[in-house]
């Protein structure tokens, strides 16, 4: 059974960073490519990064320079920092496994706020 746990969100004042982190089981980790989305309200779900099993990254388009990327692949984890966050960031988070027809996580929710 493939799981996806995402944890790491919650509310920051602007400016601040954040670390989220998505926990996997069921797949042979080191092989699939992962990915985090976001979707704002009343916005259709977007892409912020994806990292292949070997460690290929690209960002969405509307990705500025202030998220990173990265796996544990001994851990079975991908994890996204977030720095220097500002208000227009605020959406629920997802991880996504490129594993078969695609497995997701449950979703955190970032707010940004003052």
């Known amino acids: 059974q493939v799981q996806l746990v995402e944890s790491g969100g919650g509310l920051v004042q602007p400016g601040g960073s954040l670390r989220l982190s998505c926990v996997t089981s069921g797949i042979i980790f080191s092989r699939v490519t992962m990915g985090w989305y976001r979707q704002a309200p009343g916005k259709q779900r977007e892409l912020v990064a994806l990292i292949s099993g070997g460690g290929v990254i690209n960002y969405g388009n509307s990705i500025k320079g202030q998220f990173t990327i990265a796996r544990d692949n001994a851990k079975s984890t991908v994890s996204l920092q977030m720095n220097s966050l500002k208000p227009e960031v605020t959406a629920v988070y997802y991880c996504?496994?490129?594993?078969?027809?695609?497995?997701w996580g449950q979703g955190t929710q970032v707010t940004v706020s003052s």
């Open positions: 996504k496994a490129f594993y078969g027809d695609g497995y």
